[in-house]
């Protein structure tokens, strides 16, 4: 039980199963109050994990949120990393600024560290909040409106060998999960999923397509295998000019170069339709080397996952480094004091130890920018030039931004 300065009090508990559709409408709520498809909700209460969830009551009333799903996280050099997928924050506006949300990120963020998961994830729905809570912007998704009247591709050798058929998509769920399942180790910031979250992929309730179809898929298949897929949808429009549809890409993996162009190709193609949409994608998505002319495809960038180091010896030992690297870290970490101080981080791309040291430090940063740079995806000499990160010994920073690079962007797939 806690009072704030006005005398109010409440009561941070973990969640129970009979409190889950108060808790649940006190989250909805707080993200606008429209109501969800049944099988939504359903599916969110099948995933909710209760020993994880907090909520803050005010008597009978709850007015604030908060959950931790357990996921594994691929990082820089393959391996997968058990971390805490922060979800399903809320304060009730009458219950602002009394504290809750710092009461909640500073129990859920002890909960991890006892957990023993070196890493909180999350995405922000308003980015502001969570870097003084030490959360760092990692990852970057890609969005694009790509005018197919105008914009053509260029394919591989092999494209025409890879065959496209429709499916259902509840249909091949198992296919699709497989395929997906081959890809997670090859991309830093991708998910294991757990059973169930496959779900999520054909979640199709009328109320959320916008005019548009149902949800459709197709599979690649090569010599019997299945090479790839995409599920998608078509919104039908016309005009005094004739069809002006669009295809909205919500899906699409592939094992290789030509399933992958395969699979682009036939949704630039589809009839009656003059743009593909794409959102959430990768910032190296291969669509963007085969398209004759980029500038009409109008693609953007946005900030995707935030990374946050609950234990910073263990998360930097996890992962490898593309080149050797040596160097002193001087963290701060006001909110997870357990982090401040420096460590010595020396790897290469075939392992890491990162310890305490009394060494003098050669680059500082707190614990948000490393969060940032944790992936691959943000250079520590980047936020250096930003103010951000500090080189003490001439050379480090060099040393280190390369070694935290990675060979391709870090990609989360799908949000949570």
């Known amino acids: 039980m806690a009072t704030d300065a006005n005398g109010l009090s409440t009561d941070l508990r973990v969640l129970q199963k009979d409190d889950w ?28 994990e209760f020993d994880r969830s907090l909520g803050v009551w005010d008597g009978d009333e709850c007015v604030g949120t908060a959950g931790a799903f357990s996921f594994r996280l691929t990082v820089p050099g393959g391996a997968s990393l058990p971390v805490a997928g922060v979800t399903m ?45 030490g959360y760092g912007n990692a990852t970057f998704s890609l969005a694009a409106e790509i005018d197919t009247t105008r914009v053509h591709l260029s394919v591989p050798d092999g494209t025409d060998d890879v065959r496209v058929r429709y499916a259902v998509p509840a249909d091949v769920l198992d296919v699709c999960e497989a395929l997906y399942a081959r890809l997670v180790p090859e991309r830093p910031g991708m998910l294991a999923r757990r059973p169930g979250w496959e779900r999520l992929g054909v979640l199709d309730p009328a109320s959320e397509r ?90 953007w960038l946005r900030d995707s996952l935030y990374v946050r180091p609950v234990e910073v010896g263990a998360a930097l030992e996890a992962r490898t480094y593309q080149t050797p690297v040596d160097v002193v870290f001087d963290v ?14 020396s790897g290469d791309a075939k392992g890491a130890s990162c310890e305490r040291t009394a060494d003098a430090a050669d680059v500082a940063l707190s614990v948000r920018e490393l969060g940032a740079a944790y992936l691959g995806g943000v250079s520590l000499a980047s936020l250096a030039t930003a103010g951000r990160v ?3 010994r001439p050379g480090a920073l060099a040393e280190a931004s390369l070694g935290f690079g990675t060979r391709v962007p870090p990609w989360l797939p799908h949000g949570f």
């Open 89 to 133: 924050v809320s304060v009730a506006a009458t219950h602002r600024r009394r504290g809750l949300l710092t009461s909640m990120m500073r129990r859920q963020l002890d909960d991890v560290r006892a957990w023993g998961e070196p890493l909180a994830v999350l995405t922000a729905s308003e980015p502001a909040i969570y870097g003084r809570f």
């Open 332 to 345: 701060e970490d006001t909110f997870c004091p357990w982090n401040a101080g420096r460590w010595r981080l």
């Open 210 to 299: 916008e005019g548009a179809s149902p949800l459709q898929c197709v599979l690649a298949e090569r010599d019997g295998e299945t090479v790839g897929y995409a599920r998608y949808r078509v919104k039908p429009e016309w005009e005094l000019s004739g069809s002006n549809g669009t295809v909205s890409v919500e899906d699409l993996a592939a094992l290789d170069p030509a399933a992958n162009a395969a699979l682009w190709r036939f949704l630039f193609g589809i009839d009656l339709t003059t743009k593909v949409t794409v959102r959430g994608r990768p910032a190296d998505d291969a669509w963007q080397y085969l398209v004759s002319d980029p500038r009409r495809c109008q693609p």
């Open 390 to 392: 500090r080189e003490i």
């Open 21 to 48: 559709d108060k808790w649940y409408d006190t989250l909805v709520r707080g993200f606008g109050g429209v109501p969800e498809a049944a099988e939504e909700r359903e599916l969110w209460n099948s995933l909710t």
